[in-house]
């Protein structure tokens, strides 16, 4: 198929922009779990976590094979490498891990941030909790690039960071921080802005990029043939709440590079 040729191209021979390094670093937030247990997860799970996100953004997932043909030709390589911080802040050797005591992972919201954060104009900042307040309610959150008066990065729930580990490995939770690194990168959610998905009155939303179809949002389900709003839904989209997201579209990419190239 033309989509296996294309995905059979060596990357840096495909039309693309040069690849962004983007340095990264997990702020783990602990109750005095061990290392490698609940929420003081491993730095084999962290690595993980990269490398599904840099699969993810450069066209190397396994399920990208399962994009319904509809949406094969519009396929976006975001030629993004997420790479853990090699240098602190103060210019110190890291590995792009650190680890602080604090019961405020239960039940976690913006104020762990004022805990640890490194420059967010700088770093890509991942906390990793226990669990998220129940007022968020999410798995994970981060904020637009516009947004103001905010710290900017993600919060994550630790059983959905990577696949090893304390990760459910659930096919959702895999691709989790895939999906908040695109409202990291100006993205909204497919249906547009942050209604609740699967709600009729979002056909007459939009996410703000032309190839993306309009969309009610889908949750935990995998219908290939859904047409929600007049037109077959690119429930596949990282940036839907479908249990099998594998792609970004073209559109996506630029609207992505754009924010990256941004002042």
Known sequence: SKNK?????PLNTRPNTTTKIVPVVFHIIHDGHFIGTEENISAEQVE????????????????????AGAFE?????????????????????????????????N???????????????????????????????AAAYTYLPSSPYVIHGIVANHQYV???????????????????????FNLSHTWGGYAPNGDPDNCSNDDDVEDTPNTIGTN????????????????????????????????????MQNCLNSS
């Open 5 to 9: 040729d294309f995905l059979d191209t």
């Open 48 to 67: 993980d976590a990269i490398r599904i996100m840099n699969e993810d953004f450069n066209l190397l997932n396994d399920d990208l094979e399962n994009v």
């Open 73 to 105: 030709d519009i396929i976006g390589n975001v030629n993004v490498e997420f790479r853990l911080a090699q240098l602190d802040p103060n210019g110190n050797c890291s590995n792009g891990i650190t680890r602080t005591f604090s019961n405020m992972t």
């Open 107 to 137: 039940q976690a919201d913006d104020c762990i941030k004022d805990l640890i954060n490194w420059d967010d104009t700088k770093y890509l900042n991942i906390w990793v909790v226990e669990d998220i307040s129940s007022e968020i309610n």
């Open 162 to 184: 990577g696949s090893i580990g304390s990760s459910s490995n659930s096919a959702y939770a895999r691709h989790t921080l895939t999906h908040e690194s695109g409202h990291f």
């Open 220 to 255: 935990s389900s995998c219908n290939l043939s859904q047409e929600s709003c007049q037109s077959l839904d690119n429930i596949q989209n990282f940036m839907d709440y479908a249990n099998c997201t594998c792609m970004f579209t073209e559109g996506q990419v630029a609207r």
